[in-house]
């Protein structure tokens, strides 16, 4: 089993950067792919964007190209997410979550998730 915990969500104004984290503990190595994921009240979860543990390969959304950086720290078994130019549309709840098998970009085919951290972009 794996544990995650994300943090870094926090209110910050448009145009503002945040970095979010996920600390990852237990059978880290069940897994070669960690993704990102948003999800606003009422929505279905969103893929933003996922990284590989092994060689720091980066995916990436739409929604998140040029401006949010997805990568890895084997050491601290941590991942993290740097988003920059934040928009009002980028308020909601950051998941991060273990691949396990299929499209990366769908929430069914990632297996352990975190609680969430919260990202609030004020206009």
């Known amino acids: 089993q794996v544990q995650l915990v994300e943090s870094g969500g926090e209110l910050v104004q448009a145009g503002g950067s945040l970095r979010l984290s996920c600390v990852a503990s237990?059978?880290?190595?069940?897994?070669?792919?960690m993704g990102w994921f948003r999800q606003a009240p009422g929505k279905e979860r969103e893929f933003v964007a996922a990284?590989?543990?092994?060689?720091?390969?980066?995916y990436y959304a739409d929604i998140a190209k040029g401006r949010f950086t997805v990568a890895a720290d084997n050491a601290k078994n941590t991942v993290y997410l740097q988003m920059n130019s934040l928009k009002p549309e980028d308020k909601t709840d950051y998941y991060c979550?273990?691949?396990?098998?299929?499209?990366?970009?769908?929430?069914?085919?990632?297996?352990?998730w975190g609680q969430g951290t919260q990202v609030t972009v004020s206009s």
């Open positions: 990284v590989n543990w092994n060689d720091g390969s980066p």
């Open positions: 237990g059978r880290t190595d069940s897994s070669s792919l």
């Open positions: 979550a273990t691949h396990y098998d299929g499209d990366l970009r769908r929430e069914r085919s990632y297996l352990y």
